[in-house]
């Protein structure tokens, strides 16, 4: 890979672990839609792989209480490895351009949820059904475009989870999804050393963008920064429906 394109990578990771850092989600849904711009979807969610995994492990700790967290939401954990498995079988055998389609749709979805805040009574109504379905489906579709968040928003906003209990799922389910794909990617031979290398280049990016969004998140208008994120996040899944039409 050009010279450019690791510069490029390197400073929306940087973008992506601030955002993340100032409202404690948001990497994977800011980093994979704009890498996913200049390169095919299979490629950008390896290259993501490893980046992602450290910023939920940053996370997770920050949050505290790893074990209980783990056993509380084991189950629903254990779905979404498995779905995300499925997922990215389906993307090495494919790689197709649809997917980011798929991704500029999840997008949307999350952008109109956040705006008429969408309600989902079958989760509280059906809560082992809702479990399944964003365990499987929602890890299938986290395996194919690496972003799940309308769903994983409206479940737990439905069964009330705390905003601690929300952010500590988001980022456990997100960990363990990217450990089985990583699994699947090194199976069918698709993760070489070149892609490694170059996912631990953005490890320093990741960890000033973290260091500064803590620091953010201190002193910004919440409500300000979610709208200026929900337009970028409009402008880039545009850009993805166009560059895939």
Excluded at 58 to 83: D, R, Y
Excluded at 108 to 115: D, G, P, T
Excluded at 129 to 155: C, D, E, K, Q, W
């Amino acid at each position: 890979m050009e010279m450019d394109f690791i510069i490029g990578l390197a400073v929306i990771v940087f973008f992506a672990s601030m955002v993340h850092g100032s409202i404690g989600f948001g990497f994977g849904m800011i980093s994979t839609p704009l890498i996913a711009l200049f390169t095919d979807i299979q490629t950008t969610i390896m290259l993501m792989l490893i980046p992602t995994m450290v910023v939920n492990i940053a996370s997770i700790v920050s949050e505290g209480k790893f074990f209980e967290a783990i056993k509380k939401f084991w189950f629903i954990i254990t779905l979404m490895v498995i779905g995300s498995i499925i997922g990215t079988i389906l993307l090495v055998y494919t790689n197709s351009e649809f997917f980011k389609l798929l991704l500029a749709f999840i997008i949307f979805l999350y952008l109109i949820q956040s705006r008429i805040n969408i309600k989902a009574a079958f989760v509280s109504k059906y809560p082992k059904a809702s479990t399944y379905f964003l365990g499987i489906v929602g890890g299938t579709i986290s395996g194919l475009t690496n972003v799940v968040a309308p769903l994983m928003i409206m479940y737990t906003l439905e069964l009330k989870y705390s905003k601690k209990d929300t952010i500590q799922l988001s980022n456990l389910c997100f960990l363990f999804t990217k450990i089985g794909q990583l699994a699947v990617f090194l199976y069918f031979g698709t993760f070489t050393m070149h892609t490694f290398e170059i996912s631990l280049l953005s490890l320093l990016a990741i960890a000033v963008g973290l260091f500064f969004g803590v620091k953010l998140k201190r002193k910004i208008d919440k409500e300000l920064y979610k709208k200026i994120l929900q337009g970028l996040l409009f402008i880039i899944a545009s850009m993805l429906v166009v560059v895939s039409v």
